[in-house]
């Protein structure tokens, strides 16, 4: 999996407590971000950033996450 960069993980922390995720909320948080990051980097995509996203939920859907997850 890879690793997000200190800086993005500071921006991404930030963005969340801006928009009232729980704390205890934001590990899980990250764990998505970096499926989806590991995601984009094995699936090279058009610069298309709905397209990436719509693919990453519709694998998350293959796999059978939960509707909330995706």
């Known amino acids: 999996m890879l690793l997000i960069p200190k800086a993005v ?3 991404y922390l930030n963005h969340l407590k801006r928009n009232g995720v729980a704390v205890d909320q934001h590990q899980n948080y990250v764990k998505w971000l970096r499926y989806f990051l590991d995601f984009c980097a ?3 995509i058009a610069h298309d950033k709905m397209e ?3 693919l990453f939920v519709e694998k998350l859907r293959e796999k059978k ?3 909330e997850h995706c």
Do not use: P
């Open 65 to 67: 996450q939960a509707d």
């Open 42 to 44: 094995k699936h090279v």
């Open 9 to 11: 993980y500071a921006q």
């Open 52 to 54: 990436r996203l719509r």
